[in-house]
């Protein structure tokens, strides 16, 4: 097929590169709908308790309605969060659908406003057993002469068994660290591993007010959990 040349005369140049230019900033140019995008997406997690959460985009009105979805890594398909669809809040308890601890997972959210969908914002490529904070443990106390009896009991999952709620320490080892106080200075410093559930603290003082904290702590990378409120008993 010959190769044929139009000649173009000024207005029709200038005709042609305002069509271009107006093909060039439709396809270019940020949408309006991405200043609709959630900001600082992103999971928040405490005792595989594994919350998404994001903020308000600064220009957007207050009626925004917002949809998550997630994936594990490597997979090529996204799975909606079913309770997460069109939601006002600010965040999506993803705890079910990532709750295998050493799994990679992202999330996705976008939002809806009545000038359409915005843009897609992913989280951050998310794994459970590094990620995650622990509470303290909670402790019931128990004397006997000058014996105090320290039972543990491990944080829970929102993560249900048979039995009900699913301990912590079923997903990852901790070990529990128990502070001994006494007129508000440390006396003695406990630990007990995962596996322990009662911590037996002999020979001290008589008629004595001893106070007790716990906090768990993470073998692998040293992390600590905040200290548990004050537990306080007196010896015989």
Known sequence: MPFIMYALTGPQWLDLVLAMSLLCWADCSPSQQDDMAPLEVQ??????????????????????????????????????????QGIHKLECDLSQATSDPREWYYAR????????????????????QWETRFSPPQIKTTVTGQTITVQIRPPRTPLRGQKGRIRVTKLQKLIFRIYLMRDGIEEEVHETDSCSKELVIESLRPKTTYCLQALSVTPRSGRKSSRSSSTCVNTH
Do not use: M
């Not at 594994?50 to 957007?60: C, G, I, Q, S, T």
């Not at 009105?61 to 594990?72: E, G, S």
């Not at 959210?109 to 459970?128: A, D, I, K, T």
């Open 43 to 84: 999971f928040h997690s405490l005792d595989f308790r594994n919350v998404l959460r994001w903020k308000h985009p600064n220009k957007a009105a207050k009626n925004l309605k917002y949809f998550v979805q997630y994936k594990i890594y490597g997979d090529k398909e996204w799975t909606n969060s079913d309770h997460c």
């Open 109 to 128: 959210v976008r939002s809806l406003s009545p000038e359409g969908n915005s843009s897609w914002v992913l989280s951050h490529r998310f794994y459970p």
